[in-house]
């Protein structure tokens, strides 16, 4: 599997979500961000598109548009990384560059 990064919140200083991903061979957009269990918010989202078992709903702050566009645009920069091979603040959940250096086609 290769997802290409495309941002993160712009107000997170932190190695914390949310974050926007595209596949790069299917172009299916991935979102992380809080998951929504506001039983009146899923009530509302679930009256017009049912929520199906297996599904979630993830929130993203409006200030991630401009990402979020890109993303469906196609002009975030395939194979961006938000933290260059070996940099990492968690080193032991670095599958990317783990991959990348066992020579792995990522792409």
């Known amino acids: 599997m290769a997802l290409d990064f495309v941002g993160v919140d712009p107000d997170n200083p932190t190695d914390e979500c949310p974050a926007v991903f595209v596949d790069a061979e299917s172009g299916d957009f991935y979102m992380q961000g809080e ?3 506001d039983p009146e918010t899923l009530a509302w989202i679930n009256s017009d598109s049912r929520i199906m078992p297996g599904e979630s709903v993830v929130k993203l702050p409006r200030r991630m548009a401009a990402i979020i566009l ?5 002009t975030y920069e395939p194979g961006r990384r938000r933290f260059s091979t070996g940099q990492h603040p ?4 670095d599958v990317r560059s783990r991959a990348e250096g066992a020579g792995a ?3």
Do not use: C, K, M
């Open 70 to 74: 890109e993303a469906v645009n196609g």
């Open 105 to 107: 086609d990522v792409r």
């Open 90 to 93: 968690r080193p032991d959940e």
């Open 35 to 37: 998951t929504v269990t």
